[in-house]
């Protein structure tokens, strides 16, 4: 995983509830979790506003890497509203899903030639006290990296839990590894059949903590569909390798060792 930061975002919101497994983004990278690292991606203070309702939205995320190239993530949001509505349950859990990362090819993400591309496949549950129904979506993902910057590019398709067709593309740039605050920026847009459109942007700023543990400070806007959407995020990511693992390569682009390891070769320099 990354290594620990501290994150100023302001991200869009991706495809029918599509697990958040590179926070801050709201899209993924061509990179999965060594073997027997785990990392938790927790959203502990979170708060959303849009079409004049409020709510307290925490998010856990779990990412798991199980074999070589591939990475098994959960997610997990709850959302509690700070108003009553008449005849909606002020407790829900939405957004929630289980999804399969594939690693397909190493590329500059993994200091390998050329790009990284990842395929990653889920399902989302019927939400509690909300839309009814399963989904699922199907992300491929591909990345690259400069000196200044690293860029990835996710183009999805799904099931939305009302049976639409949904396809959504997010374009995503991370700053220069060596530095100790980077800035990030995200694009994002989705369509709904038969449901509506939604867009929308993300900036911020990483700043390094530690080698396993990360915090993050973020704002989003987005529109979706008709109403204007506003979020401000506060959360951490702990990284913890659960077993080791012998293997001939480091496949993790976002590695919380990233950061020291990039400042340290320019220190050889």
Known sequence: MRRATFVL???ILLVGGSAQAYRPFDGTDAAVEDVGAITLEAG??????????????????VN????ERLEAV??????VALEST?????IRSLDSGALLKWLLREGALQEQAGVS????????????HGEEGFGASLTAAVGYRWNAVKLHVNQSAGRSRGGNLVLANSLMLDGPEAWLVRPLAELFAEQELDDGASYGLLLGAIATASDSLAFDLGMRVARDREERAFELRLGLSWNVRLFAHESGSSVRSRSFLTSSK???HELRE
Not at 86 to 90: F, Q, T, V
């Open 117 to 128: 591309v990842a395929i990653e496949a889920g399902v989302q549950p019927p939400e509690m």
């Open 262 to 264: 990039a400042r340290q």
């Open 44 to 61: 502990a203070l979170q708060f959303h506003w849009s079409g004049g309702e409020s709510a307290y939205a925490p998010r856990l995320g």
């Open 86 to 90: 008449a005849g909606e349950s002020r």
């Open 74 to 79: 959960v997610d997990v949001q709850q959302w």
């Open 9 to 11: 975002p302001l991200t």
């Open 64 to 67: 798991f890497g199980f074999a």
